[in-house]
């Protein structure tokens, strides 16, 4: 699929990799739909570039996504591309021993992480396959997951929320290539984003960065180009596109 | 007490002549919840011994954990 062709759905595009990649594949000629929770962050896209449609939604709310993307697709023809990048990272070691007399991992932190990061993305996905295979559109699902997914101490539920978002990739591209629809996920390592750094202390993120074959964080430029290919390739389906610069967890 | 320090530079990742100070968490970039286990792990190996819960959690410090240490050896 070329990208002047392309009708791009993005979550979380208020900030971060969602923002960049809404403003990039806009300037490339694609119709672009902003999906944020934050009508705020909306609204300076909004500002940035014009063209972009943008639509307040929190996706971990089926009601809300339900109602947006029935919407969307009431009120433009050829939507062809979803992009799950709406997420959170939140950190806890499933036993904290400091924590007396009970350390366990918060439930509330387990929910809130699977609510957003999970179930956000198959609610998200669930809505738009449907709506594409009523329209008979073709295009692609491309996943937003981590090199967290493979398990990384300390993230228990964002871990496993990213495993869930690399296995539901691969039932869809399993169960939706008769409809002529890719499905295919991102698992960027360590990037230069301000998420990463709000997410870890300096000193961890330094490690993380030594232990990079390459010695750096990823750009989130990287990230845009790799959702490029995963637009772009036609044959490229049900894959985990790994951008990590070689570093295994 | 050389034994201790050695294992606090080692888990720890500080310089060694840090460990003569009463360092807590606040004041070590790499102590957090897991790296305590880890600590905690290599004390009980080093020492031959087994701490309860209640050890576990109160050794914040280097002053705490050389206390809790020396009530078991």
Same mark, same amino acid.
């Given at each position: 699929?070329?990208?002047?062709?392309?009708?791009? =759905?993005?979550?979380?595009?208020?900030? $971060?990799?969602?923002?960049?990649?809404?403003?990039?594949?806009?300037?490339?000629?694609?119709?672009?739909?902003?999906?944020?929770?934050?009508?705020?962050?909306?609204?300076?896209?909004?500002?940035?570039? *014009?063209? /972009?449609?943008?639509?307040?939604?929190?996706?971990?709310?089926?009601?809300?996504?339900?109602?947006?993307?029935?919407?969307?697709?009431?009120?433009?023809?050829?939507?062809? /591309?979803?992009?799950?990048?709406a997420g959170i990272m939140k950190n806890a070691p499933l036993v904290n021993v400091l924590n007396r007399p009970d350390g366990r991992h918060s439930m509330a932190l387990w929910d809130e992480v699977i609510q957003v990061n999970q179930n956000g993305?198959?609610?998200?996905?669930?809505?738009?396959?449907?709506?594409?295979? *009523?329209?008979?559109?073709?295009?692609? /699902? =491309?996943?937003?997951?981590?090199?967290?997914?493979?398990g990384n101490a300390g993230q228990t539920a964002y871990s496993a929320s990213k495993a869930a978002v690399e296995a539901m990739t691969k039932v869809w591209a399993k169960e939706l290539g008769v409809f002529g629809i890719r499905s295919v996920a991102?698992?960027?390592?360590?990037?230069?984003?301000?998420?990463?750094?709000?997410?870890?202390?300096?000193?961890?993120?330094? *490690?993380?960065?030594?232990?990079?074959?390459?010695?750096?964080?990823?750009?989130?430029?990287?990230?845009?180009?790799?959702?490029?290919?995963?637009?772009?390739?036609?044959?490229?389906?049900?894959?985990?596109? $790994?951008?990590? $610069? $070689?570093?295994?967890? | 007490?050389? *034994?201790?320090?050695?294992?606090?530079?080692?888990?720890?990742?500080?310089?060694?002549?840090?460990?003569?100070?009463?360092?807590?968490?606040?004041?070590?970039?790499?102590?957090?919840?897991?790296?305590?286990?880890?600590?905690?792990?290599?004390?009980?190996?080093?020492?031959?011994?087994?701490?309860?819960?209640?050890?576990?959690?109160?050794?914040?410090?280097?002053?705490?954990?050389?206390?809790?240490?020396?009530?078991?050896?």
């Amino acid at each position: 699929m070329e990208l002047r062709q392309a009708h791009i =759905i993005i979550t979380g595009a208020g900030s $971060g990799f969602g923002k960049a990649m809404a403003l990039y594949f806009s300037s490339k000629g694609a119709s672009v739909f902003a999906l944020d929770i934050n009508g705020t962050s909306l609204s300076k896209l909004k500002k940035e570039d *014009k063209t /972009v449609h943008t639509y307040t939604c929190d996706v971990s709310n089926n009601g809300d996504v339900e109602e947006v993307v029935d919407t969307l697709f009431q009120n433009h023809s050829g939507i062809n /591309v979803l992009i799950n990048n709406a997420g959170i990272m939140k950190n806890a070691p499933l036993v904290n021993v400091l924590n007396r007399p009970d350390g366990r991992h918060s439930m509330a932190l387990w929910d809130e992480v699977i609510q957003v990061n999970q179930n956000g993305v198959f609610y998200m996905a669930r809505s738009f396959i449907n709506n594409m295979i *009523k329209k008979r559109n073709k295009g692609v /699902v =491309i996943n937003m997951s981590s090199i967290a997914a493979t398990g990384n101490a300390g993230q228990t539920a964002y871990s496993a929320s990213k495993a869930a978002v690399e296995a539901m990739t691969k039932v869809w591209a399993k169960e939706l290539g008769v409809f002529g629809i890719r499905s295919v996920a991102i698992a960027p390592g360590f990037m230069n984003t301000m998420g990463t750094h709000e997410a870890l202390e300096k000193t961890m993120l330094d *490690k993380w960065v030594s232990k990079t074959p390459l010695n750096r964080t990823g750009a989130i430029e990287e990230v845009i180009l790799a959702a490029q290919f995963a637009i772009e390739n036609d044959f490229y389906n049900g894959e985990v596109l $790994g951008l990590n $610069g $070689g570093l295994v967890l | 007490m050389e *034994k201790i320090n050695h294992i606090l530079a080692d888990t720890l990742k500080i310089p060694f002549e840090r460990t003569k100070e009463n360092l807590g968490m606040d004041d070590v970039d790499h102590w957090d919840s897991l790296s305590h286990m880890n600590l905690i792990v290599a004390i009980e190996d080093a020492f031959g011994i087994e701490l309860s819960g209640d050890d576990i959690a109160e050794m914040t410090t280097f002053n705490a954990i050389r206390t809790t240490i020396s009530k078991y050896i």
